[in-house]
C-alpha cells in the first residue's frame, strides 16, 4: 500500500484488522498514529489488528481507566483512549509525549483531545461509519503529506 491520502471502505471488523496489519508495513518505529472518529466508528477494532500483526497476544480493549495501555510487540505498541481527558494539559501529566519519543508504535483514540501535543509527522486517521451497519470508511493521511502542505 502506497498512500498519501487514501480512503478505504471496509465491510467487517475483519476487513478493518486486515487494513491494520497492511498500514503497518508503512510505519517506522517510533510513528505516531492518531484515530478519529466517533464512539463505535472502529478505532479500537482498528488498534486489535496493528496489536495481532505486532504479535501482541493479550487481548486489546480500549484503555478506559488506564488512559494507555503498553505491550510488548515488536516494536511494542502503545495504546491511548483520550475520550475522558479534557485538553491537553491532561494529557501531559499522563507523560504522553514520551510515548512520540519512543520507539513503539503510538496509537491514540480522540487524539484530537491533544491535538497541540501531536507530533508534525503523526498519521491522522478518520473512520466514519458508512451506509449500513458494518461499512466503515476510513481515510489515512500520511505525514508525507503533513508535511508539504
Ligand atoms: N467495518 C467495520 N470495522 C470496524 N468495526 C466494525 C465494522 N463493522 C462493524 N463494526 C463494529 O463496530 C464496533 C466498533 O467498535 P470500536 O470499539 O472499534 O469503536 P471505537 O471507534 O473504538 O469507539 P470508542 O470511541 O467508543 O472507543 C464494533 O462493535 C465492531 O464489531
Ligand atoms: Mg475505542
Known amino acids: 500500500m502506497n498512500v498519501e491520502r487514501k480512503k478505504v471502505v471496509t465491510h467487517s471488523p475483519a476487513e478493518t484488522r486486515q487494513l ?81 519519543k519512543s520507539d513503539g508504535i503510538t496509537v491514540i483514540e480522540w487524539a484530537e483531545r491533544a491535538a497541540e501535543l501531536l507530533p508534525p509527522d503523526t498519521w491522522h486517521l478518520t473512520f466514519e461509519v458508512g451506509a449500513d451497519l458494518t461499512e466503515r470508511t476510513i481515510t489515512i493521511e500520511c505525514p508525507n503529506l503533513n508535511r508539504n502542505s
Not at 492518531?34 to 472502529?42: E, F, M, Q, S, T
Not at 493479550?58 to 491511548?80: D, K, N, R
Not at 485538553?87 to 510515548?99: H, K, N, T
Open 20 to 100: 491494520a496489519a497492511e498500514l503497518l508495513r508503512e510505519l517506522r518505529p517510533g510513528a505516531v498514529l492518531a484515530l478519529h472518529g466517533d464512539l463505535g466508528a472502529g478505532k479500537t477494532c482498528f488498534v486489535q489488528g496493528l496489536a495481532a500483526a505486532l504479535g501482541v497476544h493479550q487481548a486489546v480493549s480500549s484503555p478506559t481507566f488506564v488512559l494507555i495501555h503498553e505491550y510488548p510487540g515488536t516494536p511494542p505498541l502503545y495504546h491511548a483512549d483520550l475520550y475522558r481527558i479534557r485538553d491537553a494539559d491532561d494529557a501531559l501529566g499522563l507523560g504522553i509525549e514520551e510515548y512520540f
